[in-house]
């Protein structure tokens, strides 16, 4: 019995060039593919206005115009601040009208996007830190660690109501 | 016999090999895990662009559906072709036919624009975009530590 099994071994498959392809394989993804992730802010931009729509009635008292004008300069229903001082005012102000708030972005054609995203991002910082706010007395946990369901109740707690204009002509030298 | 015979000879002539076996296994656990982790790079860029920095950028989970579209003080470029703005409108309802019911409706847009971009140009992209029915837009940006945040 033993002696049979080494009278005829099978043969062994050889497998040193194994390592070569892998490494062949391993090389080509190394060129063909980047690690860089795609960060940002998402926005759900609103459809196209429809003709039959009728223009909805906010009152003036619920919108805060945070205006972008030709040289960049950042305002808040006409007082000059900085995108530090827009989030604080704003996490006041939607505190106080929670639900009928509506935050009116206005750009200028001139405007430099690094100027919009900023103010979008203090903006974003704004409905954050109040959801957060939120998310810690409801669940005494930051509002990325809460269950989805939770965050709906949070969301609908602190709605995002952004509203934004198409970059207008006027106003302001470029 | 003969076999038992030579193999001693062997051993006992020179140093024993270094066993490979497991190299092939090493190797083929890097390649997955770089296959895991990367991306295929598919743009050729054709127009230069340096995206804003914000403390509130999010990882965007979503790798499939998404069309990036490059826009800098040059022009258009979306995906891998240089674009004129009227453009956009076909090339989305393009993509959005190669695409499954449910991506269709998770097509994100992702918008590399340029910090000096003026806000006219992506106020007409976002009109196309409003055309083009794709309303979920990823404005790009790189990471800021709260901390390093440069007032204005």
């Known amino acids: ?174 | 016999m003969r076999a038992m015979k030579s193999k001693f000879m062997r051993t006992s002539r020179s140093m024993p090999g270094l066993n490979l076996a497991s190299m092939p296994d090493l190797i083929f656990t890097v390649l997955f895990f770089f296959m895991l982790v990367t991306h295929m790079r598919d743009d050729n860029l054709k127009v230069h662009y340096e995206v804003p920095a914000g403390t509130e950028v999010q990882k965007m989970e979503q790798k499939t559906a998404v069309i990036n579209l490059y826009i800098s003080p040059e022009g258009l470029q979306i995906d891998n072709q240089l674009i004129a703005p009227s453009g956009i409108v076909p090339y989305i309802n393009e993509v959005r036919k190669g695409l499954s019911v449910e991506n269709q409706d998770r097509l994100i847009v992702s918008i590399k624009a340029d910090k000096k971009t003026p806000m006219g140009v992506i106020g007409d992209v976002k009109q196309e975009l409003q055309k083009a029915y794709a309303l979920k837009v990823n404005y790009s940006g790189t990471e800021e530590s709260p901390s390093s945040t440069n007032v204005n």
């Open chain 1, 1 to 174: 019995m033993f002696g049979r099994r080494h009278r005829e071994p099978v043969p062994e498959l050889n497998t040193s060039s194994t390592a070569d392809i892998s490494f062949m394989l391993l090389i080509f993804f190394l060129v063909t593919s980047s690690m860089e992730t795609d960060k940002g802010i998402m926005r759900q931009i609103p459809p196209m206005p429809d003709e039959k729509q009728q223009p909805m009635d906010i009152k003036k008292e619920h919108v805060m115009t945070v205006k972008l004008d030709a040289h960049d300069q950042l305002s808040l229903d006409g007082t000059l601040l900085t995108p530090k001082q827009l989030t604080e005012q704003l996490i006041q102000r939607i505190e106080q009208d929670r639900t009928e708030h509506v935050v009116s972005i206005e750009t200028h054609r001139a405007t430099t996007y690094e100027a919009y995203f900023k103010t979008q991002n203090a903006v974003v910082r704004a409905y954050a830190s109040l959801r957060n706010q939120r998310a810690r007395q409801l669940c005494g946990k930051p509002y990325a660690k809460c269950s989805p369901d939770e965050r709906e109740d949070i969301d609908h707690y602190y709605p995002q109501r952004i509203s934004e204009a198409l970059p207008k002509e006027e106003g302001g030298q470029p």
